[in-house]
């Protein structure tokens, strides 16, 4: 392969991710990878890709430079190295197998629809019952002007009781996604969320069950809102507080899917 040709094809490929993480950022979807405290990082990640396509271009310029035929002031150029020493045959194999590992996330970021993780992703990983506090997460005081508790607030007040029983006859008002679990009753389901520290690799599934007449004509994967009142039940031989339901409503997917810890 021409080195022009290898540095031009290396050019695009950084590019393209550059356009890539920009792409992302701009529709909102960076959000369904990553932790939204780390998208200064996607943008900084931009900034550096475009950078070394540029830089790769400069130097697939040079090569052209140096590779026009010997005129009359050849003589005083000077010849690049990889002219006076000849690349190996097997030199440029570690360079394709670079621009297919480098192209491969640029391809899939382009071409896979960006959905954020859901039921599927509870069954190979489980779903969590509890969520304990963590050093620098929001408390509740802090959460009081900002609305109803959410799932996580809800699982890291069961995880503070001495006695779960406490919560019977509290009111309940929650989004998530429907998960259904076969060891669940016929009119129960998972309103579940995904907790995100820093990417998806360690999201973990949170969720509270949901005791409903309706259960069964729930859509899995489909975001509901769910208003009622806790009662003592059980799942999988433990008592856990379920949701009583008053109602249960389709609602949009929010903007931020996932909770933050």
């Known amino acids: 392969m021409n080195p022009r040709v290898e540095y031009l094809l290396k050019a695009v490929v950084l590019a393209a991710s550059g356009l890539m993480f920009y792409a992302k950022i701009s529709d909102g979807t960076l959000a369904f990878y990553i932790n939204q405290r780390f998208a200064w990082l996607s943008l900084v990640a931009v900034l550096i890709y475009m950078a070394l396509a540029m830089t790769m271009a400069y130097k697939a310029g040079q090569h052209r430079r140096f590779d026009r035929p010997l005129g009359k002031l050849a003589e005083f150029e000077v010849i690049p190295l990889q002219a006076r020493h000849p690349r190996r045959p097997n030199a440029h194999r570690a360079s394709w197998l670079a621009l297919g590992l480098l192209a491969l996330p640029a391809l899939l970021g382009f071409f896979t629809p960006a959905r954020p993780l ?23 005081a802090q959460r009081v002007a900002t609305g109803p508790k959410n799932i996580l607030d809800w699982l ?81 031989g433990e008592r856990i507080p379920v949701i009583v339901a008053e109602r249960v409503e389709p609602t949009q997917q929010p903007a931020q899917p996932y909770l933050y810890p």
Do not use: N
């Open 118 to 140: 859901g039921a599927s992703a509870i069954q190979s990983r489980g779903i969590g019952l509890t969520a304990p506090d963590r050093a620098g997460s929001v408390t509740q």
């Open 156 to 236: 890291r007040e069961f995880s503070r009781a001495a006695d779960l029983s406490a919560f019977e006859g509290k009111e309940a008002d929650v989004i998530g996604f429907v998960y259904k679990d076969a060891r669940a009753r016929q009119d129960e389901f998972w309103v579940s969320r995904f907790a995100v520290s820093c990417c998806v690799a360690d999201a973990t599934a949170l969720g509270l069950l949901v005791r409903t007449k309706d259960a069964e004509t729930l859509e899995i994967d489909s975001w509901v809102r769910v208003v009622g009142k806790f009662a003592m039940g059980e799942f999988a």
